[in-house]
């Protein structure tokens, strides 16, 4: 399958880069490019892409509201280039809300320091996302286990005995967390810890926004946080986010991460601290995401006795971290992310 | 660093750059006017942004720094944490002036000075350090140190590291593709780019297996991935590469055997799996054709949704173009050459043959014209601000107006023309308009016009510089003249108002008693009309006393080609320019009169001083016996009119202008040698120049 890509950006000479690096690519076709928001929702209507990359300060219209209509009218993935800022993060969040499926940093190098490198992540990206399509979509890939969709829950049976909740997500995570969070009390009466693998200029401005929107207290969290009822933690983007006690007391342990280190945050090193401290007494949920991140941390979780959730194939942007916990035998709900938030609120 | 070697990016990134900023240039005039305008307030954050995401995919560390900061500066100001001031102008229009420094340096391949931090500090300033240290503490955030600091590794991660290290040695002893970033990148980018790696294994590629499955099974031909690194491989890491390994088939450097391997496990539809690079290079080198565009299914519905005009586009050397030209200057030679042959040969079919040779020639060399054609926009552009800075220096109230910005010249032309444009403008505003109060008390608005406007009138374009100031007076001009010695005052006395506002193009004329920094050294005036009629135009001003002042620029469309009217004298062929060219009569020469030594005629109740080309040029300048009428061919420099006696008058021709050679270049009054139609030489005419030299008195 060749994926057919519409370019959106106000500067030529980038729609000139990131058109040569995607058709170096034989499976990436570039079918049309737009200057501006306006032009992106008519070119998307006429040529019907498999995925748009998509800028996000532009003339006449922005990529928000351009993404925002576009998925109102005729949704297609939509992949933002965003730059790595405050005012960059807020953006991209917005654009997230509105739809769009995931987002690259503009500055190529940021993708990777090796320039050859970055295009073929990005051609791999603008790959991905074309072959999976929108989650709503039927998915035309033959990866689908019929299996899956008999083990999902709608409702659980309450367990008495959890003292802490633990939330990883990857792509497609923002929508999700905000979905999932948004849907507990004020009261909630358990502390909530957040893995979200983001950029760590990301991760402030997602937490205020989360704060924002959510009864309970969201916010990014800092070395020596102590755990409370009723408040999330996000770890922070670029570093590890441990547990650990002291007194009685669970506060939070903010550490550089290890040269090793794929994600910052990663889940299965915050799952694994959650094992520790709190074995078989948490309760850990895998979100949408790429990749496997989670998997070993929530098998350490579930040897200790921990219930784990993850998120249904249906409702993910991408099935990747969740499916892995299924695949490992570990998940022992998996749950359309409409019904996690109101499950959640109820079974603990 | 990409500075080095993406040339062809870097000129890619300077042109598109480079028109933002002559945009921001004017955005930012207009904003001192305009004030707090969301549009435009948003129209320059876009542009700072726009130039830096280019400046930092070239790695411009310098460039970003600065466009980063005034990004966030007018990021502040559009979402109304700031007011457009005063204070902000003051930085701002410097903070462009470097910017537009570094962006010369990047044109002569340097590479560009490091940002000046008191800019940066102003900047910072404006903001408020606060923000800036907020904004800029991500980006840093990102890039610190990622060396372990973790003293006291648990048991299970001792553990851990134990298996990878055998892992890790397992790896080096099988094949190794060609991978190295995995173990050599100590950047941030790492977790991205590992989290990608991982992210890359999608559902499309791995049609049956999972993810695990799809693991184990091109274990081998994975783990050498992370080969060389003397760090731990996680499974994740491990995961990563493996799925990298899915996604990247076809990929120039995977490695083949690996490939190929997943092919037999997995039977991929995909047919180009086993030879990926083979397969690969075919349609690169396709796409490498500079317009080469896919063509694509939708196109033939919709034919005009083609991708836009960006594609479309080649960059050509100004040199290539010149050379084109050329060819065509010499194939119009040739044309006009068959067509003095034919006329000889009679022949049906020949002429034929010369008329479409003709017409195509002629369409030729339109379209060529036409891709060396800029908008005047090009020099027009640079007015706002300089109007902005001279009206702060002069503390005079000023508005430019500009009309025609859109009208195509050629592009030498539009260089060439840039300099004398600001010297006259810059002479507008200085001389010509008056102070805030002055202008107060004769009752005109406070704030003075200065109107630029260009148009295209037949072969040529005409300029015009306009203000409503305080006009000139004929005879304090006069009176100037006589005192600096540039004429008598009998002579001054004649000259009519028109041909006294003129004299400001004199040399040594300088109607300012103080010398100022903007103008009014006296030699601007007549450079700039030097300058002008060296590209075959012509300069005129008009005025009226208390109202203003026109200035009127000529130019013909080209450089390059250049209609003429041919004449003869004696032997010898010339060609006069055209441009130059009022009327031809035959004259009687005994209605000839002498004033005061001078040859003159009278045509039309006015007085043309009358030469006799032939006692100038021709090698036997001996009257002509055989005739008492001669032909006169009256001549334009500006407001002065002449009449010049030519032997024979041939027609008009398109001449392509040739240098004189080394021997003849400076002779006074040839401005350059052409080909003519029956294949002889003719010298070009350069009026002015001509009459400058020989004349007794202009």
Redesign the interface.
């Known amino acids: 399958?060749v994926a057919?890509v519409l370019i959106v950006d106000?500067?030529?000479?980038?729609?000139?880069?990131v058109?040569e690096i995607l058709?170096?690519?034989?499976?990436i076709?570039?079918?049309?490019?737009?200057?501006n928001g306006q032009?992106a929702i008519?070119?998307a209507e006429?040529?019907?892409p498999d995925v748009i990359t998509m800028d996000i300060?532009?003339?006449v219209m922005d990529g928000i509201t351009a993404v925002r209509k576009i998925m109102q009218k005729s949704p297609i993935p939509i992949l933002m280039f965003s730059?790595?800022?405050?005012?960059g993060?807020k953006a991209t969040l917005d654009a997230l809300d509105a739809g769009a499926v995931d987002f690259l940093?503009?500055?190529?190098?940021?993708?990777?320091?090796?320039?050859?490198?970055?295009k073929?992540?990005l051609c791999?990206?603008v790959?991905?996302i074309?072959?999976?399509g929108l989650a709503t979509k039927p998915?035309v890939?033959?990866?689908v286990r019929p299996a899956v969709s008999k083990k999902t829950s709608t409702t659980i049976p309450k367990r008495k005995n959890h003292q802490l909740i633990a939330i990883g997500t990857?792509?497609g995570g923002p929508v999700a967390l905000q979905e999932v969070l948004t849907k507990l009390p004020k009261n909630f009466p358990l502390p909530i810890i957040l893995i979200q693998?983001m950029?760590?200029?990301?991760t402030?401005a997602f937490a205020q926004r989360l704060d924002g929107l959510c009864q309970i207290e969201v916010r990014e969290a800092v070395d020596g946080d102590q755990l409370k009822p009723g408040l999330a933690l996000l770890a922070p983007g670029?570093k590890q986010m441990k547990l650990a006690k002291r007194g009685g007391i669970t506060y939070i342990k903010i550490?550089?991460?290890?040269?090793?280190?794929?994600?910052?945050p990663?889940v299965?090193i915050t799952f694994?601290s959650v094992a520790t401290n709190y074995p078989g007494t948490a309760l850990g949920i895998v979100l949408t995401g790429?990749?496997?991140?989670g998997r070993?941390g929530a098998r350490k979780m579930k040897q200790g006795g921990s219930e784990l959730w993850s998120q249904d194939e249906a409702s993910c942007v991408?099935?990747?971290m969740p499916?892995?916990l299924e695949?490992?035998g570990l998940s022992d709900h998996v749950l359309a992310l409409s019904t996690i938030g109101e499950n959640l609120a109820r079974s603990v | 660093m990409a500075f080095d070697g993406d040339d062809e990016i870097l000129q890619d990134f300077l042109v598109e750059a480079g028109e933002i900023l002559e945009d921001l240039g004017n955005q930012l005039v207009d904003l001192e006017n305009a004030g707090n305008d969301s549009e435009l307030l948003n129209a320059v954050f876009r542009g700072f942004h726009t130039i830096k995401g280019g400046a930092s995919f070239l790695n411009l560390d310098s460039l970003v720094a600065l466009c980063h900061r005034a990004e966030d500066v007018f990021n502040a100001l559009r979402n109304g944490e700031r007011e457009v001031d005063a204070q902000l102008m003051d930085v701002m229009l410097p903070v462009l002036d470097s910017l537009n420094d570094m962006f010369d340096n990047l044109r002569d391949g340097e590479e560009p000075d490091a940002a000046d931090p008191e800019q940066l500090k102003q900047l910072d300033d404006l903001l408020g350090n606060e923000s800036t240290a907020a904004a800029e503490a991500p980006v840093e955030a990102v890039v610190v140190d990622e060396s372990p600091s973790e003293p006291e590794p648990s048991a299970d991660e001792l553990e851990d590291e134990f298996e990878a290290i055998l892992a890790a040695s397992a790896a080096n002893e099988a094949q190794t593709p060609a991978e190295p970033e995995a173990s050599d990148s100590d950047e941030i980018s790492d977790e991205e780019f590992e989290a990608m790696l991982d992210q890359m294994h999608g559902k499309g590629n791995v049609p049956s297996n999972t993810a695990d499955d799809a693991s184990s099974g091109t274990e081998e031909s994975a783990t050498p991935l992370a080969s060389g690194a003397d760090e731990l491989i996680s499974d994740d890491e491990f995961d990563a590469m493996l799925n990298d390994l899915h996604g990247a088939g076809g990929m120039p450097g995977a490695n083949q055997n690996a490939e190929e391997k997943q092919v037999e496990k997995q039977a991929e539809p995909e047919t180009k799996q086993p030879e990926p690079a083979g397969q690969k290079s075919e349609p690169v080198a396709e796409k490498q054709e500079p317009a080469a565009e896919k063509p694509a299914p939708a196109k033939k519905k919709a034919p005009r949704e083609a991708p836009p005009a960006a594609e479309t586009t080649v960059r050509v050397d100004t040199k290539r173009l010149d050379d084109i030209m050329n060819l065509v200057g010499e194939l119009v030679l040739v044309r006009n050459r068959l067509t003095t042959l034919q006329a000889k040969v009679d022949d049906e079919n020949v002429s034929h043959a010369v008329t479409n040779l003709d017409v195509i020639t002629a369409d030729l060399q339109n379209s060529v014209m036409k891709t060396r054609m800029q908008p005047i926009k090009k020099v027009f552009g640079r007015f706002p601000r300089v109007i902005r800075d001279l009206a702060r220096a002069l503390s005079k109230d000023i508005k430019l107006e500009m009309e025609g910005e859109d009208t195509d010249l050629d592009k030498n032309l539009v260089e060439a023309l840039a300099d004398p444009l600001v010297h006259l403008v810059r002479n507008a505003v200085d001389h010509g308009i008056e102070m805030p109060d002055d202008r107060e008390k004769v009752g005109k608005p406070r704030t003075g016009t200065v109107l630029l406007r260009a148009s295209q009138e037949g072969d040529h374009i005409e300029l015009s510089i306009s203000d409503d100031g305080k006009g000139m007076d004929p005879d304090v001009l006069r009176g100037i003249a006589v005192t600096k010695g540039l004429m008598d005052e009998d002579s001054a006395a004649r000259l009519s108002d028109h041909e006294c506002y003129n004299l400001i193009f004199a040399a040594g004329f300088s109607t300012k008693v103080e010398i100022s920094d903007i103008s009014g050294r006296g030699v601007g005036m007549d450079v700039v009309k030097t300058r002008i009629i060296q590209l075959n135009g012509s300069v005129d001003i008009d005025s009226k006393l208390g109202e203003g002042s026109v200035l009127t620029i000529k130019v013909p469309l080209t450089l390059a080609i250049m209609p003429t009217l041919m004449i003869v004298l004696g032997e010898q062929t010339f060609a006069l320019p055209l441009v130059n060219v009022c009327e031809i009569f035959d004259l009687d020469l005994s209605q000839m009169n002498v004033v005061d030594g001078q040859k003159v005629i009278v045509v039309r109740d006015k007085p043309v001083p009358l030469y006799f080309l032939r006692e100038w040029l021709a090698q036997n300048p001996a009257p002509r016996a055989d005739t008492d009428s001669s032909h006169v061919v009256i001549v334009a420099i500006g407001s002065q009119r002449v009449g010049f006696v030519v032997d024979e008058l041939l027609g008009q021709e398109e001449v392509v202008i040739k240098p004189l050679g080394e021997m003849l270049l400076g002779t006074p009054g040839m401005s350059g040698a052409t080909i003519t139609g029956d294949g002889k030489i003719a010298l070009i005419i350069d009026v002015p120049g001509l009459l400058k030299a020989y004349a007794r008195r202009m």
Do not use: C, W
């Not at chain 1, 950029?199 to 990301?202: E, I, T, V």
């Open positions: 399958m057919r106000d500067s030529s000479f980038f729609r000139r880069r058109n058709e170096a690519d034989a499976r076709e570039v079918i049309g490019m737009a200057k032009e008519e070119q006429k040529l019907k300060e532009m003339p730059s790595l800022t405050t005012d993060a940093p503009k500055k190529f190098d940021d993708i990777s320091s090796d320039r050859d490198e970055a073929r992540l791999a990206r790959r991905l074309a072959a999976r998915v890939t033959p990866s990857s792509t693998h950029p760590a200029s990301f402030p670029g550490s550089e991460p290890l040269l090793s280190e794929n994600y910052k990663s299965d694994e790429m990749g496997a991140d070993e991408v099935f990747g499916a892995a695949e490992a």
